[in-house]
């Protein structure tokens, strides 16, 4: 499923990944990224089982399915996953004993008509086990789940990036997800259930390029054991902050995909070009409505277009929104002269604005004034 939207709004995705991940989920570069996917798939494997024919161990630490050993311990997601096939309550049974959890589970598992599941069950590395369960029960998913290795989309991202000249970053952040510490890259976190990239062509902390540029960037997904769909956002965008919000972005594409059956061709088929399209394309077709902005000189300010912006029924902003966006303007872009001068002011102007939901709504009404020089093939999809 693909939806796309031109529509300038601000992103919080990767905002959200950067304030809520712990450390042991949170990655500053792509190699030691991938290594980590790449190392978990390499010592995963897949085998299907009947329900008739599983049986749940446990003991003072763990619950532990059966598989080709006697310890493969259930993680939180993989229980849930099991409770969830068997119509059992997963929230009571943590709370219950191991013994008694293992005695409802297994009762269940008997009890229900013989079902066939996929299970992946995972090895640990040598230096991870410590004494525990070599291996874990990573996901119990239906017969017809067609699985998406995480380590399978960050591979094609890098590898199509690579292949056309690494034009693609992922971007920096304030350290652990404390707002003001020092710098270091982000965008990219994994977990025993999901994984996250953020990556763009510039636009954060670290570039000093022109502020007129639009940036390209996208959002990549997954949850290799059934907890999310894959999804690839693209998006056009004007700049990345600290907390890694995406602020105005548009131009946006999002390509969804259940793990069905054959998710996993058409992941090979469908979602791999389109993220090739979007790495080899440009911003083409925002960057000239940008250079029609920065051309369209505006009147005077005793004239009526400027009293149309702040009253009337049309009217858009404030006066003291409107008085704000020229300083802010002749401030940082040393005149108001343009189009192009005045957005950027109201764009500077929302900036200093202490609640995001303010900031996004000047930000939102700002960039409809470019509706003025977008023709009919760039016009604006409002919702």
């Known amino acids: 499923m693909t939806m796309t939207t031109t529509k300038k709004v601000n992103l919080t995705e990767a905002h959200n990944q950067w304030a809520n991940r712990p450390m042991d989920q949170r990655f500053t570069n792509v190699p030691d990224f991938l290594n980590h996917l790449r190392l978990r798939q390499r010592n995963s494997y897949e085998r299907e ?22 310890k493969a311990e259930l993680t939180n997601w993989s229980g849930g996953q099991l409770c969830q096939r068997m119509g059992a309550p997963a929230s009571y049974l943590r709370k219950l004993p191991n013994d008694r959890a293992a005695d409802l589970l297994n009762y269940h598992l008997q009890d229900m008509p013989a079902s066939k599941y996929n299970v992946m069950f995972y090895e640990k590395p040598n230096y991870d086990v410590s004494g525990g369960a070599t291996y874990t029960t990573q996901a119990i998913t239906t017969e017809h789940y067609g699985r998406i290795f995480d380590a399978d989309v960050a591979t094609a991202i890098v590898d199509m990036n690579e292949r056309t000249g ?9 350290a652990n997800g404390q707002f003001g510490a020092e710098l270091e890259g982000a965008g990219l976190y ?60 548009q131009d946006i594409t999002e390509f969804r995909m259940r793990h069905s059956k054959y998710a996993p061709t058409r992941f090979v088929n469908k979602a791999e070009p389109n993220l090739l399209e979007f790495i080899n394309a440009s911003g083409n077709r925002e960057a000239e409505v940008i250079k029609r902005a920065m051309e369209y000189v505006l009147p005077e300010q005793d004239d009526e277009w400027w009293k149309s912006l702040s009253s009337g029924r049309n009217a858009q902003f404030t006066k003291g929104e409107v008085q704000s966006a020229i300083d802010m303007a002749e401030l940082e872009e040393g005149q108001c002269e343009t189009l192009w001068d005045l957005e950027q ?28 020089v977008r023709d009919s093939s760039t016009a604006v999809l409002t919702a």
């Open 190 to 249: 994994a977990s025993d259930r999901d994984m996250f990239m953020f990556m763009i062509d510039g636009g954060d902390r670290l570039d000093v390029g022109d502020r007129a540029k639009l940036h390209r960037g996208f959002f990549a997904s997954n949850s290799e054991v059934g907890n999310s769909y894959l999804v690839l956002k693209f998006f056009l965008f004007n700049e990345v902050c600290g907390n890694n919000i995406v602020w105005g972005a």
């Open 166 to 174: 690494n034009k693609f970053r992922n971007p920096v952040a304030y």
């Open 49 to 70: 089982a009947m329900t008739d024919t599983m049986m749940v161990h446990h003991d003072d630490d763990a619950l532990y399915l059966n598989g080709r050993t006697t």
């Open 345 to 372: 002011g109201f764009t500077a102007h929302a900036r200093m604005k202490a609640h995001i939901d303010s900031r996004i709504d000047l930000e939102t009404r700002a960039g409809k004034l470019l509706d003025i």
